[in-house]
């Protein structure tokens, strides 16, 4: 098992020392440069989409592993300048694109695009830091710079995610920005005719009559679903609602990401928990997230001089966007959150994320993890007590079948629980059954004296009551 409070020790000295290293790099990225990190790109060499055979389309997509399902679009996109090419894009919102340092699409963004700007509706799973923030604005800027009458609405769960495709959509396309509408399930919808649905499996889980009205309203209209896992409730809105959808698989969906080592950590005695939070972030370079139920009790049990933010739904808009910037620029080293950031929220270098209270699901795990390693490698800490491995067991189950290591986790923790257990029951049952002695030894007081001792005795007993 993963050791994490053998020698603990708080060297402050040290603290400073890194704190000093880390206030001296400059780093002065925005929001809207780290959508595509982490995902791999067409190859430079690529033949032009209207030069590319058949098998040659046949091969490029199976060697990629992109699964695209009742797809007549054309070969997927691969290179940001076909799109003046085949869909008349102002170069404009070319030069814009590479401007922000994407060189190539992604490979969501390659089959996403010519879906959207097709206008069929589409089913897109691609795994988390995949691009697909920009899979789904770029089309729908096309859409709008070359009809002034065209309207959009995408949907997103959390304000935070919301806010960040807003920064997006306004560095790429300003002039858009009041075409394109970006909302939660919670704001009032606007007339639109293109609809976007972004993390759709959280937004079916926390607003599903919402999104079911919004989608019986408007049947007719272009509909585009965006997730990094497929559920049952994804696909009965596919199925009821989208009309002849096409199906985009992008690579690995449904898996733990490659870029983070995955830890576990049991926790033997729930007291010593933040004594291991403690012991991580005091070796752990910021910035580091904390996924957690209670994000501002949690705050509390850090004990180290290290700033942090803290983002609850108990707190209002202004306070949560504030302690988010705080974060994001990094004035803040420790961000206390709960599952509601887990979710395409794209922060700097992040690289670890600790999981204070364990997740309730694997699809919650991956989304976790995902905040991490999207700049390079990254780390997922997870603590578990022996009660919570029910919810853990998805997750290492994954990791085993995807060839990747589940520090720290052992199967001789569950039997050395068992056995704990098991001791515990027969020592509860020795004191049970040596009380109940004593209470016999108790009615049998008389049982060392003579029965004439004891006939006298109970007599007198008798005269007494």
């Keep these: ?45 690529s033949p032009e989409y209207d030069k590319i055979t058949a098998q040659q389309e046949s091969d490029y997509r ?9 797809y007549d679009n054309g070969p997927v996109l691969k290179t940001f300048k076909e799109l003046q090419k085949r869909y008349t894009c102002p170069q404009s919102l070319v030069q814009s694109i590479l401007s922000q340092g994407w060189e190539r699409p992604s490979f969501c ?33 096309i859409k709008a710079l070359l009809d002034p009458n065209f309207t959009a609405l995408i949907v997103l769960p959390t304000l935070e995610l919301a806010n960040q495709v807003r920064k997006i959509n306004s560095d790429l396309s300003p002039s858009t920005a009041s075409q394109i509408r970006i909302i939660t399930p919670l704001d009032q919808v606007p007339l639109y005719y293109a609809l976007v649905l972004d993390e759709c499996d959280l937004l079916l889980v926390k ?26 409730q994804v696909l009965y809105i596919a199925s009821t609602f989208l009309i002849n959808p096409t199906t985009l698989h992008i690579q690995r969906t449904n898996l733990p990401t490659f870029n983070v080592e995955h830890r576990f950590a049991f926790i033997s005695n729930p007291l010593h928990r933040s004594f291991v939070l403690n012991q991580i972030l005091l070796g752990q370079k910021p910035p580091v997230i904390v996924f957690c139920d209670e994000p501002e009790e949690t705050a509390l049990q850090l004990k180290l001089n290290i700033s942090r933010s803290v983002i609850s739904v108990k707190m209002s808009e202004n306070v949560r966007k504030e302690q988010l910037n705080n974060f994001i620029q990094q004035k803040t080293w420790v961000l206390f959150t709960n599952d509601d ?61 995807s060839g990747i290591e ?60």
Aim: aromatic letters at 6%; glycine letters at 6%; charged letters at 25%.
């Design 1 to 45: 098992m993963l050791n994490l409070t053998a020698g603990l020790k708080f060297d402050a000295k040290k603290l400073e020392k890194d704190k000093q290293l880390l206030l001296s790099v400059k780093q002065n990225i925005k929001p809207s440069e780290f959508i595509c990190i982490s995902t791999q790109y067409a190859s430079a060499n």
């Design 62 to 70: 199976q060697q990629h592993q992109l699964k695209l399902v009742d």
């Design 109 to 141: 963004q390659q089959c996403a695009i010519p879906a959207i700007v097709s206008g069929q509706d589409s089913i897109c799973i691609s795994a988390t830091g995949s691009g697909k923030t920009g899979a789904y604005l770029i089309p729908l800027m």
């Design 207 to 232: 607003f599903q009559q919402n999104i079911q009205a919004l989608l019986q309203a408007t049947t007719n209209t272009p509909t585009h679903l965006f997730s990094a896992s497929l559920n049952s």
């Design 341 to 401: 950031l887990a979710r395409g929220i794209d922060f700097k270098n992040v690289q670890m994320v600790v999981q204070y209270d364990p997740p309730k699901t694997y699809e919650d795990y991956m989304h976790r993890v995902g905040r991490a390693g999207r700049q390079g490698k990254g780390t997922g800490i997870c603590f578990f007590e022996s009660f919570q491995r029910k919810y853990i067991r998805s997750v290492i189950d994954a990791l085993k079948l």
């Design 406 to 465: 589940a520090i720290g986790y052992s199967e001789e923790a569950k039997i050395d629980v068992k056995a704990e257990r098991a001791k515990k029951a027969l020592d509860k049952k020795n004191k049970q059954k040596q009380k109940a002695q004593e209470d016999s030894d108790d009615d049998g007081l008389y049982e060392d004296v003579s029965d004439g001792e004891i006939k006298e005795t109970k007599t007198k007993k008798k005269n007494r009551r």
